[in-house]
């Protein structure tokens, strides 16, 4: 097989690809807007539009580039709930939701230690487990109807063929579904009865099955083309890498989520607080990780038409010492408590240093999380950042260890999908990075850390503070 398309939904946009696997490159791709319906019952993914987009793609793309195979990534923090018929039980909830904070002392007394799980408490739906519950307690009578849950990915393999299956990179994603040490589902589903409702589990690379008759139909692609199974997007982003490098070495993936894998770490204790946690890769193994929401970030600070810096715009940062401290948006991330200040009014800034500001903040804040999960060796920063200069010079500045950069495509999730087809020409194009590196950049890294240390113990305080005047203590 030659060429595959490549289903791809992040929060954000989706996409449709074809990858040439001899190649091993896109070389056509349709997009659109992930957008979140705000109607009823909740906030809930468009499914039925992106499944229009989908087949139309799929058209499109095969009538050009005759397509042999399927795969399928989307993002985490999401299940989907099944009826007998293979109808949504209840809408794809949004996992930026608040509903299941409603609950969430009710989902303390039943959700496993981060021990078994490595799956930090998070907040909204960010955690597949927290969903299912105040979906469960809260729609009980839609709830009683479902006889399937799914993971995001394999909802998309179930549409094309019928069969529904679940995913181990997908239950492994700070859902507190998934035990990755003993490889099996946590106690938290057989407590609350969901065991019977949990498809099979099968490997990313697995065949599922055959493009149904109707879609190939529809779409003009073969009658008997395989789909694969699919594959949690972090984890696209992460397989070429490890069917190609030595361990150790780490990959940043950024896009709304900047997600941060390092295989061959250090082991250290993972503190659930800072967003860290375990995710299993497409091998079955557990991966140390940390997330935060640069991308997101990126856009409330600069908008989507952010000016282009220079090198001299960075150093004209550096020596005024302007910056941004943690964190935005709050509520994940390595400092979930902190609020974002900067050390400069804002509004003094040119559009290109406060580019350079921000983009230090977020290698610097990528740095910190490298040292959260014990990263060591290369690390290989993929998708938008990697274009990014500012950023790469500060990370390489900030970890004292070497910085490739892959910009070839908006993500490597897509190339990381098709490696599920077959990966004998996978292929990364990380490039070293080799900007000029003064030492100021180095002494910027330092003092952003230690201000961070301040502002956030600050915050602390402060936090204490109103919590015990609201207990009436002095």
Request: some cysteine.
């Amino acid at each position: 097989m030659r060429i595959v398309g490549v289903i791809d939904i992040g929060k954000t946009n989706a996409k449709v690809a074809a990858v040439d696997l001899d190649r091993f490159e896109e070389i056509a791709v349709r997009k659109t807007a992930n957008g979140v319906v705000q109607g009823y019952p909740y906030p809930h993914f468009d499914v039925d539009r992106l499944w229009a987009f989908v087949l139309d793609s799929l058209k499109a793309l095969h009538a050009e580039h005759p397509i042999e195979a399927i795969s399928i990534t989307t993002h985490g923090a999401t299940a989907v709930v099944l009826d007998q018929a293979g109808g949504l039980a209840l809408p794809v909830l949004d996992y930026e939701f608040g509903g299941p904070d409603t609950l969430s002392e009710a989902y303390e007394r039943v959700r496993p230690p981060f021990a078994e799980t490595g799956s930090a408490r998070l907040p909204m739906g960010l955690n597949v487990g927290a969903q299912l519950f105040w979906q469960q307690q809260t729609f009980a009578d839609a709830f009683a109807r479902v006889t399937t849950i799914l993971t995001y990915a394999q909802y998309w393999t179930f549409r094309l063929t019928g069969i529904r299956v679940n995913e181990l990179t997908s239950l492994g994603c700070h859902t507190d579904l998934w035990n990755p040490t003993a490889g099996t589902f946590s106690t938290l589903v057989e407590s609350q009865g969901w065991g019977q409702l949990f498809a099979p589990v099968r490997k990313a690379n697995d065949i599922v099955g055959a493009l149904l008759p109707e879609l190939c139909a529809a779409t003009g692609i073969p009658v008997g083309t395989p789909v694969y199974c699919g594959i949690h997007d972090s984890n696209a982003s992460l397989l070429p890498h490890l069917l190609t490098r030595k361990a150790p070495f780490s990959v940043v993936s950024t896009g709304t989520w900047v997600v941060m894998l390092a295989v061959g770490a250090d082991t250290v204790t993972l503190d659930e607080r800072r967003d860290t946690l375990i995710n299993v890769n497409a091998l079955g193994d557990p991966v140390p990780s940390a997330r935060f929401m640069g991308g997101r970030a990126f856009s409330l600070l600069l908008g989507d038409g952010a000016a282009s810096t220079s090198f001299e715009d960075e150093q004209a940062v550096i020596a005024a010492g302007h910056m941004l401290l943690p964190s935005l948006p709050e509520g994940s991330g390595p400092f979930p408590s902190a609020r974002a200040r900067w050390t400069v009014d804002e509004e003094k800034l040119t559009p290109a240093a406060k580019v350079a500001a921000v983009s230090f903040h977020l290698a610097l804040m990528t740095a910190t999380c490298l040292d959260l999960i014990g990263a060591r060796g290369d690390i290989v920063v993929e998708g938008p950042f990697a274009a990014n200069a500012a950023y790469l010079r500060m990370l390489q500045a900030a970890t004292g260890r070497p910085v490739l950069a892959d910009s070839r495509n908006v993500t490597g999730t897509s190339l990381g999908a098709a490696s599920l087809v077959d990966g004998r020409h996978v292929r990364t194009g990380a490039q070293a990075f080799a900007g000029p590196m003064p030492e100021s950049f180095v002494r910027y890294a330092q003092d952003w850390r230690a201000l961070t240390k301040r502002h956030v113990q600050q915050g602390n305080d402060e936090g204490r503070g109103r919590l015990g005047e609201s207990n009436g203590v002095a």
